[in-house]
């Protein structure tokens, strides 16, 4: 079957509506379709509806509870402790977001750590909304096992993305967003689920063979960035998305991608800085001067910039799905469980 275009706001009711017919609540269902919808407009696809299949039947299964309801508390003076209590890490995450920023504003900096969380997305759309208050923010989040420590051969670590974010006045802020793996396991599933070859050097097969066969890929191990570098960062996310808020390590949890085992129960950590004191009032200006030289130097572009345009001709124009996985969705949409 072909491709089909779709509005945003049919999109993420079509969504939505599968959720919640798999066993999830009206608000979890509505935060994971926002999140989902905003991946596909950002064009990143991996981390947008072709999770819904997957995480419908972890709701309906029970693997994630699709009704759970985040708890927040303050812990320490700046650091918010967030139980995602099993559910879907966006409600979580969105709970918590509110929170953190009022904190680094009091506070100049604060720390949110999520623990007994899922599958948080695209990082990216977290760490922006802090910076359309102003602020500027970190995150980092450890997924199932799906890459060996350099040298390794058993995927302890996560694909691990990391991602940043900052204010820039008048402009949109500067927004980084990466996993450390060579390529975000999403990518690969999107390859699997369409029966398409994925590069030669993005993972390697179940015996530790580099392969073009993302089903295979998928069975084994992922490759990280920057080689014995991008292993070493992802020690570091796992550390900070794990140990820090006790959620399990990626050795520890089970897929995001079937409905298979016990909860993941994987964690995120997010930090937000208010810049304002800690650059004595000179951060609008510094930011603002390294946007011009970078914006002016050539091709060179801005971070981020690539997904507002993605993101402006999205809600201009909807955007494009599988229609086999737009007929999925609604059938989920249709059979409550």
Not at 113 to 120: D, E, G, P, T, V
Request: glycine share 12%; charged share 20%; with cysteine.
């Amino acid at each position: 079957m072909s491709d089909t275009i779709i509005s945003l706001s049919d999109l993420k009711a079509l969504v939505q509506a599968a959720l919640v017919a798999n066993r999830t609540s009206v608000a979890a269902a509505l935060s994971v379709a926002e999140a989902l919808i905003m991946a596909e407009a950002d064009n990143q696809p991996g981390h947008g509806a072709s999770r819904v299949p997957a995480y419908a039947a972890q709701a309906a299964s029970g693997k994630v509870d699709g009704r759970a309801v985040p708890d927040v508390r303050q812990v320490a003076g700046a650091v918010l402790r967030v139980d995602a209590r099993g559910g879907f890490a966006f409600p979580a995450i969105d709970a918590a977001l509110g929170p953190l920023a009022g904190l680094a504003e009091s506070q100049g900096i604060a720390m949110a750590a999520i623990h007994r969380s899922h599958h948080c997305g695209v990082l990216g759309w977290h760490v922006e909304r802090l910076a359309a208050k102003g602020l500027v923010a970190f995150m980092v989040a450890n997924s199932p096992g799906a890459m060996a420590p350099w040298g390794g051969r058993k995927a302890l670590f996560g694909t691990n993305p990391v991602a940043f974010a900052a204010s820039v006045s008048g402009k949109d802020p500067v927004v980084i967003d990466l996993s450390l793996s060579k390529v975000a396991r999403g990518k690969i599933m999107l390859a699997a689920q369409k029966g398409e070859s994925i590069p030669g050097d993005w993972a390697l097969d179940g015996a530790g063979r580099p392969t073009t066969d993302a089903r295979a890929a998928l069975g084994g191990t992922l490759l990280p960035m920057a080689d014995a570098k991008g292993a070493a960062l992802a020690m570091a996310v796992e550390i900070l998305a794990a140990a820090v808020p006790g959620a399990l390590f990626a050795y520890e949890a089970s897929s995001f991608l079937d409905d298979k085992g016990a909860n993941p129960a994987v964690g995120q950590c997010i930090i937000a800085i208010q810049p304002r004191g800690a650059s004595g009032g000179a951060y609008g200006e510094r930011i603002a001067a390294l946007v011009g030289e970078v914006a002016g130097d050539g091709e060179a572009r801005i971070p981020g910039s690539r997904r507002f345009e993605c993101r402006a001709r999205a809600m201009r124009d909807g955007v494009r799905i599988g229609a086999k996985l737009k007929v999925d969705i609604e059938a989920l949409a249709a059979q409550a469980v």
